[in-house]
């Protein structure tokens, strides 16, 4: 291969994968060379040649089989010989202070925009959230810290980004002493591979450990990804030690979150780990009672009949960004064809979200779901095999295929591998004891139900 085919290889890639990945991990790729079926890149460090090979391994393998090549294997390796990059001039030396600002400009952690609707007093309080709530509360005050870290996880739309910036404001307007740094895993894993990438290092280091409130979204993110999880690790240590408050979130408990190392794991759950639950129909009802008035002075025309609200708020699955997305799309329709919202609109306008939050969960999406989560295949799964690691992933899956669809079990019997009806009672029954011995088991089906029925 030329250099000129890898050349628009990369192209044909930054289409897929878009500019910002493109930029951070598909440009710094070098071809090196193909032979035996093993096409070799060179990057420039191993840091970026673990993501790429984990994250697009794959795809460069497959686009290369696009364009004729046969290749077994892809490798990214470090050259030995790699000369060191001439990075920006440095000018420290020569005029330490001039450089020091024009530098850090780069580097400067600007935290992520905070979004202005997401304050406290915008957070409509229920019981699915209310231990979340008053945590969050606590830590705005900006008081002494009491617990650290603070750590907010649920499943998606359910509230976690929303507090996150809810804290921040708060803390701003309190204590504007207070160095508060908000971001999302991803971008701490961006910032940390650009300091790497750039040999800044030391400048990351110090700009994170002098923040007074960190606080990291999503940081189910950074699982798997070794070398970020080590500079995470560290920059946390180093920010409890110093008595600096701590506030993360994910999409699942600490001891949940796959790949992430045990170390990190129990650091994690050091402090209040708090969870955000699915919404109920009196915390959906009261969110979008809450949004209405809002609309009101927007729309102030606007007629609504009553029950409509009531209707959403059962039909509308948990997730509350689907259901403000459903709200806004109707008072936008209603006042642009300037009718009254009436049942009958409610149920044209929104047509496609109440079919979908209707939608029927199927046994095959039921297996595919619990293959991934215990990592096994799929064949295996609906195969012979008792061995320990595929059938108890078959008993949860058939437990859930009993209790999310209406499957008899002689029929959910013939979808695992033609397996006979008692096979399928003696699972159900297994799991259901387990449910309320194995702490694991039950986080598992909780975590299950609710990704099957997002
Ligand atoms: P997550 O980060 O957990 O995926 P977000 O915080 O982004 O979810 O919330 C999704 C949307 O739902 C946001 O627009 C947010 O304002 C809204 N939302 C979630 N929970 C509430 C709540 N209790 N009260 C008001 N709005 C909420
Ligand atoms: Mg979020």
Redesign the pocket.
């Known amino acids: 291969m030329t250099q000129e085919q890898w050349g628009a290889l990369q192209q044909d890639l930054l289409k897929t994968v878009g500019q910002n990945n493109y930029k951070t991990w598909i440009e710094p790729i070098e071809f090196s060379e193909l032979s035996d079926g093993v096409a070799t890149f060179h990057v420039p460090t191993n840091f970026i040649g673990n993501y790429v090979s984990q994250n697009y391994g794959d795809l460069i393998l497959h686009k290369l089989a696009k364009v004729g090549k046969t290749v077994q294997r892809v490798t990214f390796k470090v050259p030995a010989n790699l000369s060191v990059r001439p990075s920006k001039p440095s000018m420290k030396t020569a005029a330490p202070k001039a450089s020091k600002s024009e530098d850090s400009r780069e580097t400067e952690i600007a935290g992520a925009p905070l979004?202005a609707?997401?304050t406290f007093d915008?957070?409509?309080?229920?019981k699915p959230?209310e231990l979340a709530?008053a945590a969050a509360r606590r830590v705005a005050e900006g008081g002494p810290v009491t617990f650290n870290p603070l750590f907010?996880y649920?499943?998606?739309?359910?509230?976690?980004?929303?507090?996150?910036?809810a804290i921040a404001w708060e803390l701003q307007a309190r204590r504007p002493d207070l160095n508060v740094l908000y971001l999302s895993a991803e971008q701490f894993m961006y910032r940390f591979v650009q300091a790497l990438r750039d040999r800044r290092m030391m400048d990351f280091k110090e700009l994170f450990r002098s923040v007074d409130v960190l606080m990291v979204?999503?940081v189910q993110f950074i699982a798997g990804k070794d070398s970020t999880q080590e500079e995470f690790f560290h920059t946390f240590n180093a920010l409890v030690d110093q008595n600096k408050q701590i506030i993360i979130?994910a999409?699942r408990a600490p001891g949940e979150i796959k790949d992430l190392e045990d170390r990190i794991k129990s650091r994690l759950q050091c402090g209040l780990v708090v969870d955000?639950h699915p919404?109920d129909y009196e915390?959906r009802l009261?969110?979008l009672q809450?949004?209405v008035d809002t609309y009101r002075a927007q729309y102030p025309e606007l007629q609504m009949q009553d029950g409509i609200l009531e209707f959403l708020a059962h039909r509308i699955s948990t997730?509350?960004?689907v259901?403000?997305g459903a709200l806004t799309r109707l008072f936008a329709f209603a006042s642009l064809v300037g009718r009254e919202i009436t049942m009958e609109l409610t149920q044209d306008c929104l047509s496609d979200v109440l079919r979908a939050s209707e939608r029927k969960i199927s046994v095959e999406e039921i297996q595919r779901k619990v293959a991934d989560h215990y990592n096994i295949r799929l064949s295996d799964m609906i195969g012979p095999k008792r061995v320990r690691t595929f059938a108890r992933p078959r008993q949860v899956a058939m437990y859930l295929c009993k209790q999310l669809t209406s499957r008899s079990l002689p029929e959910i019997g013939r979808r695992f591998g033609g397996r006979d009806h008692t096979t399928v009672m003696h699972g159900v029954r297994r799991i259901e004891e387990l449910r309320s011995q194995d702490g694991q088991i039950a986080e598992d089906l909780e975590l299950l139900r609710r990704s099957l029925e997002a």
């Open positions: 979004d609707r997401f915008r957070f409509v309080v229920g959230n709530n907010l649920g499943g998606v739309g359910l509230g976690k980004t929303h507090l996150m910036h979204d999503d979130s999409d955000l919404t915390l009261g969110i809450a949004k997730n509350v960004r259901l403000e």
